[in-house]
């Protein structure tokens, strides 16, 4: 879905006609939240976000799957597996796997890390603890109550923020602020952008942490197009993000198309898109998730460069001493039931 652009305007008369039916589904989705989660036996680490739409939730994953590897576990990423056909529950393989089945961010991300794909997340916990995990890594499902979270990692673009703060469709909201705010255990802004520090205000006040971090491009992605003129193409939830990276990493971006996040490109729009960067003598450019869609299709170009980016924490010491504590206080409350 393409994010409607009044969404992120202050004031507009298509937000205003919606909000009724964005205070209904506020209603709701607030009403929902408020439900008691099943216990999943072992720590269960929530990454999510407060609105529709990708705000760096994969690379935050990831980031977190490397610093509980480091503190000893093993971590097992749980996943509806968006996009794909596949209801599981099922672990990721590569070599079997393609987008289509498990969709896009699972697929990526079982490079690196175990990805249980399951549209029961109860089922997906039950096969990740079978393949040996000490620890559920959420990948999304912050507003939906079906597991008992340990704690709740938000991610906010700092640059982008939360739009007009209204709930979907009046906005890009989920549900209301204050409902998720409340359920709400530490902030991650991307970025050095003002237009989340509002919200990170609320938490303060709360004494919940806000955590910086910034998406740090690859230095092989970066030197594969340092004196070229690039056409950058991508279906992600905020491609301006994308774009914004190249060009901070001096890269220049002669083109640009944008497509839907989760885009799952025709063999015409893949032609078209060669066709144009051959014509204009372009480096054709993406992003890993983009590329994950592509992987193993017959008629993509060669040629294509994954753009690669790694988030980086600016005090990786306080991470780690919040995921420390939230992992001893996960397991004395389950030792206290016993």
Known sequence: MREPAFWYRPRSLPSYALWPLGALYGAIA?????RKGVDAGIPVFCVGNYH????????TVLALARLLRELGETPVVLSRGYGGRLKGPLMVDRTRHDAADVGDEPLMMAR??????????LDGVALAKSQGATVILMDDGFQNPRLLKDASLIVIDSE???????????????????AQLARTDALVLIGDGRAANEVAAELAK?????LRARL???????????????????GIGDPERFLRTLRASGIDVARARAFADHHMFSNEEIAGLAADAQREQLTLVTTEKDLARLRGRADVPDGIVPFAVRLEFDDPARLRQLIGDHLYAARERRFGKR
């Open 52 to 59: 529709v739409g990708g705000a760096g939730k994969t690379p």
């Open 30 to 34: 607030e009403r929902r939240m408020l």
């Open 112 to 121: 690196d890390v175990p990805v249980a794909v399951a549209r029961d997340r």
């Open 206 to 210: 709360r004494d919940k942490p806000e």
């Open 216 to 234: 740090k491009p690859d230095a092989d992605s970066v030197s594969q197009l340092l004196g070229k003129r690039v056409f950058a193409f991508a």
């Open 160 to 178: 982008r923020g939360l739009g007009n703060g209204h709930v979907f469709p009046a906005g890009p909201l989920r549900a209301p602020l204050s």
